[in-house]
């Protein structure tokens, strides 16, 4: 269930990439240069909100933060109630694609 809009979580994001550019002292070309995220990208970035996943990835490696994205988002690991459970789960095939709808 989501508690926030995209725009909200867009909002976000590029206010806490843009903080944590500034708290480095880094102007946008400094941020550009150091990522090699083309200037017009970055600048579409903290205006719209616009930016492709590889670009956000390379701003992220410079400014911080892109270890604790990725630990986000590790798939949760199985907690087991009773014995049952693990016997229910080992009876289940191993899925190595997504269902279709």
């Known amino acids: 269930m989501l508690f926030i809009s995209f725009s909200k979580v867009q909002k976000k994001l590029i206010d806490n990439i843009r903080e944590r550019r500034l708290q480095m002292n880094l102007t946008q070309e ?20 616009l930016i492709s996943l590889d670009s956000f990835l390379k701003l992220l490696s410079v400014v911080g933060g892109l270890e604790e994205m990725v630990d986000v988002l590790k798939p949760k690991e199985q907690s087991f109630k009773s014995i049952d459970d693990v016997l229910k789960s ?5 899925k190595k694609r997504g269902s279709r709808k």
């Open 30 to 49: 400094g941020l550009a240069e150091r990522s090699g995220v083309p200037l017009p990208t970055l600048r579409k970035f903290e205006q719209k909100g």
């Open 90 to 94: 080992e009876e289940k095939p191993i």
